[in-house]
């Protein structure tokens, strides 16, 4: 694992890169609202072992629920960024999320985010990403007409059905969104709730999931599975 600082400007953010010895695949990590993907690092570094190059950018913590344009703008922005410092022409990206990241993801392959009535959010497409992995998708933002119709890669989405931030509902209107031009895989966790996603989940935070640890390994081998392909 390797931690290093990118320029955005005039400012400075931390990155935290894992290697995959012969990469097949660069992954984009795009943390939630915590801002510090180091809480996935045994999930990372599990998608480490199966070829991907992980990179994924630290931000700081948001501290509302409600995040501001700026905030996410700035967040895209960022990702974008580390996924400069570290792309190669000859290796396909996956953007993988969680929370707040899924919707960064998702308007970087495409979808057009809204703030409110006459709020687009300009963000520009990324066409180096050829896929999605998102993981408590948070997809308010794209409740407009026609707000998903760019989006054209594959997706596989997990749910908690115990979630009650970003619920199953809000994955359901992304299903529905693409379908049927673009099917999204969507598997429900029974009894997983928003921060069952994470290996080091928020100390005040509840596990609703009887072994965390289990179900993580199994959500690690089917993300391999499905950015492997």
Known sequence: MERHTLE????????????AEEPSRIVLFAVGGGGDPQRHLPFM????DCGCTVVAPHFERLVSPSPTADHLLLRARRLRLALDSIARSDLPVAGVGHSIGTTMLLALAGARAWMGPGQPLSITPDSRLDRLVLLAPATNYFQAPGALDAVNIPILAWAGSRDVITPPSQAGLLRDGLAPRMPVDLRIAEDA????FMNVPPPQSTESLPNRDAFLMELAHEVCSFVAR
């Open 45 to 48: 570094q599990s998608l480490a």
């Open 193 to 196: 709730g928003h921060f069952s």
């Open 8 to 19: 955005d400007g005039h400012a400075l953010f931390e990155v935290t890169t894992l290697r």
